[in-house]
């Protein structure tokens, strides 16, 4: 169960973008991003693991020092496994490279192993994980195409089920028996609009016997539907499961933005975005039952730096200067 709510944010850019020579400011001057975000109101951060990525950014060493920077700033700590060594989404789910060519009770043991050494060594660091998605959006499963799910307009496959059941439940395995029931399991997928796929994908998750204590949506208004539809879902998912739920992604741009295979346009303005921001914040602290849990910004810190693209930079909480956007402070509204 979760304790408190989660006001937080993804900040795995974080350590890049400062290397690159990224800065960021409040109303007091220059000061540290996750220094400033906690001092706005977030109590929570979520960090992604990828395998073995080639810039080494977002892997397990990188990950362990960022753990130890939010621990001395007293956040709540999540953990992402992509297991992939790059992104891992509804559209790609690709093993690691050391994977690839394993068979598959090789696979479902790598998960384990995998999931349990990044896990204890946070512990033994001092800094454990609070949370742990085992997968990222996993909506059409994980490890392709071991553990590929079709929705639910594709013919039933319940082979393909039990492939994903066995994948995802060695990597709960694992956390339970690394730090048992103390760390939050939470199963994301990104349905945040979509309550026919988000009742397909868990009622499956469910029938197969997949533990997890809290469900993890995304929602970015072009892509999963009004905020009507957020509500609705929300407060039905409540009612059927009667867990805990995150939206562990959200974002709206402050400036002109076409985001890629946007289903809806969307009016960019730093007050369009503190606007939006708060009736997401509202829609979760209502959900019925207390089970609204926690709401995250992805990637509040993502300016542009160098002679990088600008890609999600407009959808940061920071402006080009990095300096702090008003949608921050919406997170000093979270529920105790």
Known sequence: MIREFLSGADVSFLDEIEQKGGKFFD?????????????????????????????????????LGMAKRLKEHGFVIGIDFHYS?????????????????LPFDELVASVYQFTYDVLHRLKVQGTPADFVQIGNE????????????????????????????????????????????????????????????????????????????????????????????????????????QKDLVLVETAYPWTEVQPENAMEPVDASPENQRAFLQSVMDIVEGVSDGLGKGVFYWEPDAIQVGDSPAGW????????????????????????
């Open 138 to 241: 996993v909506t059409y499963g994980m490890l392709w195409d071991d553990g590929r799910l079709l929705g639910p307009a594709d013919k039933e496959d319940t082979d393909a089920w039990d492939r994903f059941s066995r994948l995802m439940s060695s990597g709960v395995r694992a956390a339970r028996d690394c730090q048992g029931q103390e760390v939050n399991v939470l199963l994301h997928i990104d349905r945040g609009g979509d309550n026919l796929g988000a009742r397909f994908f868990l009622d499956h998750a469910l029938q197969r016997g997949i533990e997890f204590d809290s469900i993890g949506l995304s929602y970015y208004p072009w892509w999963h539907g009004t905020l009507e539809a957020l509500t609705a879902n929300l407060h039905d998912l409540a009612h059927r499961y």
């Open 85 to 101: 060594d790059w992104w891992a989404d509804p559209g790609k789910q690709y093993k690691p490279k050391a994977w690839e060519n």
């Open 27 to 63: 109303g007091r001057g220059e000061d540290d991003c996750l220094a400033i975000l906690k001092r706005h109101g977030m109590n929570a951060i979520r960090l992604r693991v990828w395998n073995d990525p080639k810039d080494g950014f977002c892997s397990v060493e990188n990950t």
């Open 313 to 336: 930079s407009k959808m940061s909480l920071f402006d080009s200067e990095g300096r702090m956007l008003p949608g921050l402070d919406v997170f000093h509204r979270h529920r105790s």
